[in-house]
């Protein structure tokens, strides 16, 4: 192979933050004009090696080599110097800035070399978006936009400084699955017109999609690079995690499952905002011991508010919700977590967890009485870390001991805790959001053989996701929701997903059977 | 119990090293004033125990300082930025010193329960109007509890001028307690007020409460993240004005406190700005209550040096005013420097 087909080779790349070993051993090549997906399970080390690539932070030992040449990387305006561009997974831009201001945002054309010119800069960001044929328009606020064409200006902002290898930090974590399709697309359109993409994500079905080479991190070593046409899913798995995984849904058991009674029923449950908007039109649903009952809906449908009226955060205008047979439409939060609620909410950072404190106090957090982790009216602070220690090596909580700060745990982690917590008091109805949402795939096979398992033992489940995979490998029953309405709920069996894709459009289909 | 002693190690090591970068930055400017800057630092930290008159005063000073400091520490755990810890003591001294005066004739096993009783409530009171008025309609608790402090000086002035104004004295302040229910004195240091007793106890309590009951991590949660906490199902609303009323609490035993043990009677105006030096105690000390003994301690020492400072050498006594501007940059500044890193 000639030297100049490879753009970038890391060699032996290593990083540690104080004690932490972050990566241990990296060795990556990545060819010129490829797509090269970087995968591995949430704290493997892609995150802070894509940093080392965009100047964030340096390595502790290795040498990268650009185009050839070994290069230092010592901030981030040398990266894009030397070509390389970095599309983060939370975006940097200001909302009430057009499309062309945050692309040239603290770099803007000036005319006499004072004045912003804000014809040149639209002009040139109406180029540049015609010629990778983006789709956006070049002087609507950003504010405007939704997530997928706020990502398409993250990137456009890389490409404005002609960066000749883009690196995408997990794009798809934030995107709907249609807007997954059109970023997939968008990478097509740039590896065509000959840049470099580095792709990390820890979603198998996006490495299939989308790569050319895909390179396996665990625990901070590279551990396999294949041609992506010559892998499976599973192998790319097994090396992920280490070990086989089966991420197996809950099937159909050979003889039809037996439902207990209703644990939880809705009726006519609707939710007005202050300004008078129906979120909530008239849901009624029952769920039944031992049952998994799948929501699906693109975000935004009135799942969230669901969610939140049947836990109680929010008030319900019309209709009844019935607990074990119980009234509980107007009782408060803890009144109806304490008669056997469960909830994992769909953001970690929003009303999972509070991020100052620490590991130990958030999985206590509901489980204070249950757990027996107050003695004589005195928090018992050795039992409460015993506790969190138990649930830390049950939940496989990396880089956590008890006193840790919620906020210094990757994503996956925090989810973790947040399941930990919640399944701790093994609630009569869990309801859950979002469940694998950042997560890797040895996490979310563990959360989802707690959840069949929480299932089986006659608990009842409501799972709200946007991840139809999920909704499927897991529903007994599957409903859809669009615009505040539960449309339909459907037998699984008699469920496909092109239906219920339909249905999530607020279209009508021929129920089966 | 090592633990313990670990976390509370780490809990002043911080505001310690500030203290000790701001000592040494103004002795530099000191030197510049005078011509015997040791004298003036000498006199500014250690006059203090140069006689059990000035040691006294000392520990008067940290009093109301400590308590009002763990006052703010409540609410500020609960996310409430209460800056009325000036209203609150003025409540809590005025409170104490009516009660006192108007039932003078009671028996002092009643009456010294009722008076501290009504100084806390008086407290309290005004540290649950703002937390009600957040709560229910949100009204932003920085401006009420502000506005709420120049109310009570105001009336309280009103009513050490014209209600219980003792007319046989200068000045505005009102008649004397009776002297059964004075506090008794430090054992051992005559003038000092044994409120410094209670002061101590009750960050020992404070510490207790937030950081080793589950009403003290529910108070915290809803504190950090408001939205988690009504999640996990904690009355967050609840917890934010019980915090405020204990908050409020405290400096209302603050002043009834600084009536009981120091003043005797109620004069007007009678603070330098306690209030705010209490807050300023709370926050570097990051809002613990161990860490707060020690800043209440320090700036007791500081305010209280000053003078001899300035009647020894020609320093004004505003320095101190200085070193709580270069304290407060220093730890603000604080984790940029990145001290002790491994």
Redesign the interface.
């Known amino acids: 192979m000639n030297e100049h087909d490879e753009i970038l080779t890391l060699s032996a790349i290593a990083k540690n933050f104080?004690?932490k070993v972050a990566l241990k051993h990296v060795d990556l090549s990545v060819r010129r004009g490829a797509v090269h997906v970087i995968c591995g399970e949430n704290g493997a080390g892609k995150s802070t090696l894509m940093n080392i690539l965009a100047g964030i932070h340096q390595p502790s030992a290795g040498t990268i080599q650009l185009n050839g040449r070994a290069v230092t990387i010592p901030d981030p305006i040398t990266a894009s110097r030397l070509g390389i561009g970095m599309v983060h997974q939370h975006f940097t831009l200001v909302p009430s800035m057009t499309v062309a201001e945050n692309i040239y945002l603290g770099r803007h054309i000036r005319k006499y070399g004072l004045f912003s010119d804000r014809k040149a800069m639209t002009g040139r960001a109406a180029e540049l978006i015609e010629r990778f044929n983006f789709r956006l328009d070049a002087e609507a606020p950003v504010r405007s936009l939704s997530v997928g064409q706020r990502q398409r200006v993250e990137i456009l902002k890389a490409l404005a400084f002609d960066a000749e290898l883009l690196i995408l930090d997990e794009p798809t974590a934030v995107l709907t699955p249609p807007e997954v399709d059109e970023l997939i697309g968008i990478i097509d359109g740039l590896r065509s017109r000959g840049r470099t993409i580095l792709f990390i994500t820890h979603k198998l079905r996006e490495v299939k999609a989308v790569s050319d080479v895909v390179t396996v991190i665990r625990r901070g070593e590279s551990i396999s690079t294949y041609p992506t046409a010559t892998v499976s899913e599973t192998d790319i798995a097994r090396d992920m995690v280490g070990r086989n995984v089966f991420l197996v849904g809950r099937g159909d058991s050979a003889e039809p499952r037996r439902f207990g009674a209703p644990v939880l029923s809705l009726d006519g449950v609707s939710v007005t905002n202050s300004t008078g908007r129906l979120l909530l039109d008239a849901v009624s649903l029952d769920i039944r011991a031992g049952e998994i009952v799948g929501i699906a809906g693109v975000d935004g449908n009135g799942q969230t508010e669901l969610a939140e009226a049947i836990?109680g955060?929010i008030e319900t205008q019309a209709g009844t919700i019935t607990l074990n047979g119980r009234d509980i439409t107007t009782a408060?939060?803890?009144e109806?977590?304490?008669a056997g609620m469960g909830?994992v909410?769909e953001d970690r950072l929003?009303?999972?967890?509070?991020?100052?404190?620490s590991v130990a106090?958030n999985l206590?957090?509901?489980n204070?009485s249950r757990a027996g982790?107050?003695r004589s009216?005195?928090?018992d602070?050795a039992r409460r870390d015993e506790f969190a220690s138990e649930k830390i090596a049950e939940f496989d909580v990396r880089g956590a001991v008890p006193a840790t700060p919620a906020g210094q745990l990757s994503g996956g982690n925090m989810q973790k805790l947040v399941i930990a917590?919640e399944l701790n008091r093994d609630p009569d109805l869990l309801v859950i959001c979002q469940p694998t949402r950042g997560l890797d795939i040895g996490a979310a096979e563990f959360i989802y053989s707690r959840m069949m398992a929480a299932a089986d033992r006659g608990r009842a489940v409501l799972l709200i996701s946007s991840e139809l995979s999920e909704i499927f490998a897991l529903s007994d029953r599957i409903g859809v929701m669009y615009s505040g309405q539960l449309l339909k709920v459907l037998d699984r069996k008699h469920a496909d997903e092109v239906g219920v894709g339909q249905l999530m459009n607020g279209g009508v289909t021929a129920e089966a059977a | 119990m090592a633990g313990v002693l670990i976390g509370t190690l780490k809990a002043i090591r911080a505001p310690l090293a500030a203290i000790l970068l701001t000592l040494a930055l103004g002795f530099v400017l000191v030197a510049f004033i005078t011509d015997d800057p040791v004298q003036a630092y000498r006199d500014l930290l250690f006059a203090n125990f140069d006689s059990v008159g000035n040691f006294a005063l000392f520990l008067n000073r940290a009093t109301p300082l400590l308590l009002i400091a763990l006052g703010v520490i409540f609410s500020f755990r609960a996310g409430i930025f209460n800056v009325g810890g000036e209203g609150q003591l003025y409540a809590g001294a005025i409170a104490t010193t009516v009660i006192g005066v108007m039932l003078g004739g009671l028996s002092p096993l009643i009456l010294f329960p009722l008076a501290v009783a009504g100084g806390i409530l008086a407290g309290a009171f005004l540290g649950w109007i703002p937390a009600t008025l957040k709560i229910r309609l949100g009204v932003d608790e920085v401006v009420t509890t502000l506005m709420l402090n120049i109310i009570v000086l105001l009336f309280t002035s009103y009513l050490s001028n014209q209600v219980i104004r003792d007319t046989a004295s200068y000045g505005a302040v009102s008649q004397m307690l009776p002297a059964s229910i004075w506090l008794p004195d430090l054992p051992g240091v005559r003038g000092a007020t044994s409120g410094i007793i209670v002061a101590l106890v009750l960050a020992g309590v404070t510490w207790l409460v937030l950081f080793r009951t589950e009403w003290g991590a529910q108070l915290r949660a809803s504190g950090t993240n408001l939205r988690f906490a009504k999640s996990v199902g904690i009355p967050a609303d609840r917890r934010i004005i019980t915090a405020m009323l204990v908050a409020g609490g405290f400096g209302g035993l603050a002043g009834a406190l600084y009536v009981l043990g120091i003043g005797h009677r109620f004069e007007q105006n009678f603070s330098p700005d306690y209030g705010l030096v209490g807050l300023t105690c709370a926050l570097l000390a990051r809002v613990h209550p161990i860490g707060a003994v020690a800043t209440s301690i320090f700036y007791a020492m500081m305010i209280n040096g000053a003078a001899y400072m300035q009647i020894s050498t020609d320093v004004p006594r505003s320095l101190v005013d200085l070193l709580t501007g270069l304290l407060v940059l220093l730890m603000t500044a604080r984790p940029k420097l990145k001290w002790g890193r491994s």
């Open positions: 104080g004690d836990v955060l408060s939060v803890p109806r977590l304490q909830f909410p929003d009303r999972g967890l509070s991020i100052t404190m106090e206590a957090a509901t204070y982790l107050t009216g005195l928090v602070v917590r």
